[in-house]
């Protein structure tokens, strides 16, 4: 299995950024894809965005044009920069690992979690 701890979350102002940051151990880094999650209050867990061993990136609609999910494989590291935050961004932020690097979208095919970081957006 696949070890993840996120860091970097935060409160920030609308228009503002904020870059988490999530760092892997247990497996070969570079042979997975690595994605975000995001739940907010009330609301089912939700795609945000991943990037395939490859390099492949996809992105929900909704954070399209301003978040860029990029990747470290000297580092085992996985980054989200978020820009432009809304209120509605608000939402506990979850890494997660998708060994088999399939290159979904879906929360159930991901094999690692980590412990989520808050990122609280005010308006």
């Known amino acids: 299995q696949v070890q993840l701890v996120e860091s970097g979350g935060g409160l920030v102002q609308a228009g503002g950024s904020l870059r988490l940051s999530c760092a892997a151990s247990g497996r070969t880094f570079r042979s997975y894809a690595m994605g975000w999650f995001r739940r907010s209050p009330g609301k089912e867990r939700e795609f945000v965005v991943a990037?395939?061993?490859?390099?492949?990136?996809y992105y929900a609609d909704s954070v399209k044009g301003r978040f860029t999910i990029s990747r470290d494989n000297a580092k085992n590291t996985v980054y989200l920069q978020m820009n432009s935050l809304k209120p509605e961004d608000t939402a506990v932020y979850y890494c997660?690992?998708?060994?088999?690097?399939?290159?979904?979208?879906?929360?159930?095919?991901?094999?690692?979690w980590g412990q989520g970081t808050q990122v609280t957006v005010s308006s």
């Open positions: 997660a690992a998708d060994l088999a690097d399939r290159g979904t979208t879906l929360s159930r095919w991901f094999d690692s």
């Open positions: 990037i395939r061993s490859s390099g492949s990136t």
